[in-house]
């Protein structure tokens, strides 16, 4: 399921996944450091913060995105327990970027579903051609590797980011 809508120059990407594990399992995945790193789909150099993310939690993600180094300071603002968590993104490549994750009970296990509100700051026309295609493509790997991280060994979610990273070069 795939949505954007624009709303005063900030843009709203929202897409779901249906994942065949309880909604406790998905929540707890996505909250945590390991679990974060797992379904990320660029390349990430290093990651800073919390091993479980909670009302006020900051991280830093050091990642490569078209081949440019970039750090992303983010901060958990919104989190309700095995339903919902909002992430803001703090300093980045975005001029704003609230990241609302839902995790709903579904007939054969969690809908897990993001939406994002964001604008790089530039127009929305840029956004909503340039920026929205390149979401849709995150947004859809995400869960692919989301989907394959839950339902795999738990001890590859477990991976650090350079353990990712030398695997990624392989």
Known sequence: KHQTTRDDHVATCTRSVLLEVAPETVFAFCTSRAGFIAHYPNPIRGYRGAERWEL??????????????LTW???????????RFT???LSGMFRSWEHTHVVEPAPGGTLYTD??????GWGGWIDRIFVKPGLDTFFQRRHEL????????PREARRTPEEQHSADRT
């Not at 300071?73 to 339903?83: F, I, M, Q, S, Y």
């Not at 939406?115 to 790089?120: A, G, I, Q, W």
């Not at 989907?147 to 795999?152: C, G, K, M, P, S």
């Open 146 to 153: 989301l989907r394959a991280a839950l339902h795999a060994d």
């Open 87 to 89: 992430d803001v993104m």
């Open 56 to 69: 006020g939690s900051e991280f830093w993600l050091d990642y490569s995105y078209l081949g440019f180094p």
């Open 115 to 120: 939406t994002v509100r964001y604008s790089l």
């Open 73 to 83: 300071h983010g901060k958990v603002t919104a989190l309700e327990p095995n339903r």
